[in-house]
């Protein structure tokens, strides 16, 4: 359909991609942040060296960069990637993360850019990393509902929502 705004191609091709795959995916965020393209660009990606990064392991995939995001072939690369997850990393590019609503996804950046920040502080600090163990990585998923007690980021958004109301309302008009 025509419209006479303009939509950025490589952004189009990425979200129309994992919208076109995934009907959960009712809201995708794509950012260029500082701390996730450093960490998209360290051979081992994200480390399990924070209660952050954690629960991006637990659904987290990568996509290896492919150039400017222009390239219709790659959708299906990009697809396969993604998978069922719910977090990626894009090789040298940033993070992409899906939800099946606003909330979901926002939560996941949220907690996806913390912990790519997070490593990227400790790393800067020098010395060596201590990684969770693997028992505990692995049980994190598990653990999750139980934080959120069933909620998931429904939990959290409803506080998110009004720490914003309090800084500016207007995004509500």
């Not at 260029?32 to 392991?57: K, R, W």
Request: overall charge negative; hydrophobic content about 45%.
């Amino acid at each position: 359909m025509p419209s006479p705004y303009f939509i950025n191609p490589a952004g189009f091709t990425i979200h129309s991609a994992v919208h076109a795959a995934r009907e959960d995916a009712l809201c995708v965020i794509h950012l260029h942040t500082d701390y996730g393209i450093a960490v998209s660009a360290q051979a081992e990606g994200l480390l399990p060296i924070s209660q952050q990064a954690l629960f991006a392991l637990s659904t987290l995939a990568y996509h290896d960069y492919e150039g400017l995001a222009l390239n219709e072939d790659e959708k299906s690369r990009l697809v396969a990637d993604l998978g069922d997850k719910s977090n990626m990393i894009l090789r040298n590019h940033g993070l992409l993360t899906v939800g099946k609503n606003a909330a979901e996804a926002f939560l996941s950046m949220y907690m996806l850019e913390r912990a790519c920040r997070i490593q990227i502080l400790a790393q800067a600090g020098g010395g060596t990393l201590l990684s969770v163990p693997d028992p505990i990585l692995h049980s994190v998923a598990a653990q999750l509902g139980a934080v959120t007690v069933g909620q998931g980021a429904q939990l959290t958004w409803p506080g998110l929502l009004r720490k914003l109301d309090r800084m500016d309302s207007s995004f509500r008009e």
